[in-house]
Structure formats: C-alpha cells, structure tokens
C-alpha cells in the first residue's frame, strides 16, 4: 500500500502528532509504517525503542507483527496495552524505590479478590477517575500497604505507574533511556490517568502520537472519554492531522454512516445498494433463522466466499447467548474469557501458548519473544522449551490435564519469579469450557463470527448483521415515575457512536435487523419496535426496507 499525500505526511512528521482518524482510513498502515521509519532511523540506538499502546491485546498483537513481521528490527520496543506497559515497565521494576520491598514475588489481583472489609479501602478506584493531583496521601498508602504483602491492584495499575514515575528518579531515568516515542492507539477511550501518563511521558523529552476518532468513544461506562482526545488538537505543543477518506466501506456504507452523524453531510453518487433493513416477524430466534435461510443468497448477490468475512453484532450477552443456541449454521462465539482479562504475566504466556498449541501457523519463537531475548539464554535453557515445545503440540485435544504441566513447566522456565495468583484457576476454567476453549482456536472459514458491538471495534468483515435496532435497547431508554411520555436516554451519543462503529465494520453491506418481539432483560418477550436511529437525519432515504416472514 502507497501512502496518500495526508499518510505521508504523518509518518514523515518529526513532533508531537494528534491523528483524527475516521473508520478505513488506514490508521493502522500510517500507525506501523510510522513506527517502522522511527526503528530504521540510524539515530535510534539499538537499547532504545518506542511505546506503542494498543487498546486490545489482539490489536498489539496486530499492529507488532504489521510493524516487524518484515524482518524489521523492534530493538527494545514494547508493543502491549496500557496496563501491560503500567506493569511490567514501571510497578514490576521501580514501585520497591518508592513503597519498599514487598514481602513475596508480587501478584496481581482484582479488587473483587480482596475480602469485603479489605475491599471497602480501595473502592474509590473504581469511582469517576479524578486528576492525580486529586488523590490524597491516605489513598497513596493504602496501595502502598497492599504491595508490601505482595499484591498489586489491576484496577489501579496506572495510578500507581504515574505515581512510581513522578516520584522515582531511577524509573524517569530508565524511561528517557529506553524510549524516544510514545504511540497510543484509540486515544477516544482514554482515562484520567492514561492521559496524564502520556502528557507527562511528553514532559519527559519522549515524541507523543495519538490516534483516535471522537465518533467511536464507546466506552463511557468503563469512564473512558473522548475529551482527551478533543484536548490534544488544541494544544499548541500538537500537530493535528486528519484522516477522513474511508478506503474500506463501500460508498452506501459511507454515506449512511456520515448522515448517521451530520444531517449536512454529502451523499457520494451511485448505483449500489449496501445498507438493508430487515424486520423479521418475531422474536432473536426468527432471527436466527432469517440468518440461517439467506445467508447463502446473500453470499452470491454479495460475491462473498467465506463465512468469516461475516459478522453477527449484538447490543448484549443475552442476545448474543439467544442468537448462539438458536443458530445452526456454523458459527464462532467471539467472547473474552477470565483467562484473556487477566494482567499476571502468567495468564498473558497461557493465552499465547494456547494459541500456540492449536494453530500450526504459529512459531513458538514468536512467543518466546515478548517474554525473553532467546539469544541470550543459555543452551539448556534452549533445549528446555525446545522439548516443552515439542511435547505441547504432541498432546491430544482430550489430555488437558497433561497439557497444563507442560504449560506450567515454560511458565516457570520463562517467568520464574512471577507467582502463578489466580492464572492456573483461570487457565483450568478455559480448558474445560468447551465454548470458551473454542476461543484459542484458529476460525475455520466456514464459521460466521457472533461478537458484542463493543468487541467488534476495530475488526473488519464483507457482510455484518446488526441486531437489537430496535427501541429501549439501542439507544438505551429508561422511564423515571411512570413518565412514558417523556422517556429518558442516559446514553444516547455513547449509544450513537456504538451504532456508527456497527454501521462501519461493514465492507460491502451492513443488514441492520430487528424482530416485531425482542427479549428484555428479564427474558421476557416484549413487543418491538424500530429503533430511534432509523429515522434520524433522514437516514431512511440511504438504505432499502424488507420485511421478512415465514
């Protein structure tokens, strides 16, 4: 891929860039290729590197082996989330220069793991995130007091980071040393903190690039926020640059999606039709079954060959659970096991080498590689995974009892002084939840993919069917005293931008689906109807109506 003139010029840019980046705009092209000029760069000496935060664990992995897949070297590069980075290039290494050392290895721990009196010490973390300047010595303590019996909050890993930064000298030193760039990916769901952390990474001498869409903010309820990103084109240390041509949807897509947002927008000519509505006379399940009985018409009007270039969004897990028991075609449940959520170092190596042991594509090095510098290990060492390895991929499907010893035994070959907490518990939930097992295993191409909105963010596909477009559940209302009339929506823009990130994950057609019943959350049926959004801005005039029945 050529970079257009606006691509080049961000990845040529030297300072402080902010990116506006619409969907398909190839943010993660410019993202990777930017970062592969600043590895090539002979400036950048071989102990130094860049930061590059993705917001997912899949999307690191993506955008690490779109930047060094092509034998490019990453030097000492970390490409993670920002809780990994928190965790294991700041608390890991520096929190003993300022609480002192711990009383064992450390662990890492939800606060749910606490008891409930231990708890109620540390529930303020999980409140509105107020600026560090707002947390008060006591809070600071507490946390202290919790690492020095060995135990690091997840919920609280980039407080602490910042606070680690600020107040150790050693850990600032490290930092400025190691790395010359600062890469955060879908900065509209930045934090409090994540924000902070980045300004003051900046403060310290290291090149800032942020990238995001304020129109994709879907995750207020974690308290994430665009605002932060609205910031950062103000400010006069940024360059702002933006990316608004879509070079992956289709023209309907593009144009229903832009007058999604702005009832001005202009409508690009054409011939197609991309954008559907289908209202299926009854309830998820006749859903399911629409799904089931067009999907092979809808494959050769569309020229689709594979099943996994289709998606299934859902709003929730309970529609999400219905569709799954409904459907009989073949179909893969995307969902996030504890396993996967997890930040103990132990859990991350599990989820890798589980991934490892089902897919023959992929090379044992490559997961070595995020762990160790396997040059540097020693001959015995070597020959130890070489053989753990070997054993791994020899195991039956049926024997995961045995392959959890052997997963166990590289854990404690590669991460000796990391304490196993919760990861072997959550590691044998995986192994014998055959839904959740599925997970690690490679997508078969007949198999559609059955996701929430929120999972799909950042995945592509030829054809998506968007469920629960109809009202109460997308957007979100609620009654307060029985007023019907004036019903409330507490979520509406977050509720518009989740709608739009739907819309967009939509190469050639976007089915925007919704029954004449829908399930509440009581598992009632209830009578439905459209969704708010299927009026607004005159967006009915973008897209063709079908009703479908039996």
């Not at 809780?83 to 290039?89: E, H, I, K, R, S």
């Not at 995974?385 to 959890?404: A, F, G, R, T």
Request: with cysteine; proline share 3%.
């Amino acid at each position: 891929m050529e970079p257009t003139d606006i691509q080049k010029d961000i990845i040529d840019f030297e300072g402080n860039v902010v990116v506006l980046a619409s969907p398909g705009s190839g943010k993660t092209f410019v993202l990777s290729e930017k970062i592969r000029r600043v590895l090539d760069d002979d400036a950048l000496l071989n102990y130094q590197g860049v930061i590059a935060i993705s917001y997912t664990r899949k999307a690191s992995a993506n955008l690490k082996r779109r930047t060094i897949g092509n034998g490019m070297p990453s030097k000492n590069s970390f490409f993670g989330t920002i809780d990994n980075f928190c965790l294991t290039q700041i608390v890991m290494c520096f929190a003993h220069y300022v609480f002192g050392k711990p009383n064992k290895e450390l662990e890492v721990i939800d606060l749910n793991d606490l008891d409930v009196h231990e708890r109620s010490h540390y529930e303020w973390i999980t409140e509105v995130h107020p600026d560090y300047n707002e947390i008060d010595d006591t809070q600071i303590n507490d946390l202290q007091m919790l690492f020095l019996k060995g135990y690091v909050l997840v919920n609280s890993l980039e407080l602490l980071a910042l606070h680690i930064l600020k107040k150790s000298s050693a850990c600032r030193r490290y930092i400025q040393a190691r790395f010359k760039y600062v890469f955060i990916d879908e900065y509209q769901d930045a934090d409090t903190y994540t924000n902070e952390l980045f300004l003051y990474l900046i403060k310290l001498g290291i090149t800032g690039v942020a990238v995001g869409d304020e129109n994709q903010s879907i995750f207020g309820f974690a308290k994430k926020s665009s605002v932060y990103l609205k910031t950062l084109k103000d400010r006069n240390d940024f360059t702002a640059f933006k990316l608004s041509d879509n070079f992956r949807c289709s023209i309907p897509i593009i144009n229903y999606s832009n007058r999604l947002l702005d009832s001005e927008s202009s409508v690009y000519k054409t011939e197609q039709n991309g954008v559907f509505l289908v209202r299926v006379n009854g309830s998820e399940k006749d859903i399911s079954n629409f799904i089931d009985n067009k999907i092979d018409v809808i494959k050769d009007r569309l020229t689709v060959n594979n099943n996994s270039e289709i998606a299934i969004l859902v709003r929730n897990e309970r529609t999400q659970r219905i569709i799954d028991e409904s459907l009989t075609i073949p179909h893969r449940l995307v969902c996030t096991t504890k396993l996967d959520s997890d930040l103990n170092p132990r859990s991350r190596l599990y989820t890798l080498l589980l991934h490892f042991y089902f897919d023959e594509r992929i090379p044992f090095l490559s997961i070595l590689d995020g762990y160790v510098d396997y040059d540097m290990l020693s001959t015995f060492t070597k020959q130890r995974l070489y053989e753990e390895s070997e054993i791994i991929k020899s195991i039956p499907n049926e024997e995961m009892d045995e392959l959890i010893v052997h997963l166990k035994s590289i854990a404690d070959i590669i991460l000796p002084k990391i304490q196993e907490g919760s990861s072997m518990l959550r590691l044998r939930d995986v192994l014998y939840n055959n839904k959740e097992l599925e997970s690690y295993k490679p997508l078969q191409s007949d198999e559609i993919q059955l996701m929430t909105l929120h999972k799909s963010k950042g995945l592509e596909f030829d054809i998506v069917f968007h469920l629960n477009m109809c009202e109460w559940e997308l957007p979100f209302r609620k009654i307060e005293d029985d007023d019907f009339n004036n019903p409330l929506y507490p979520n509406w823009e977050q509720d518009l931008n989740l709608h739009y990130v739907g819309v967009t994950r939509a190469r050639k057609a976007c089915f925007l689906v919704r029954g004449t019943q829908r399930t509440n959350n009581r598992d009632m049926l209830k009578m439905a109807k459209d969704s708010e959004f299927l009026s607004l801005n005159g967006i009915e005039a973008l897209r063709k109506d079908y009703w479908y029945d039996f």
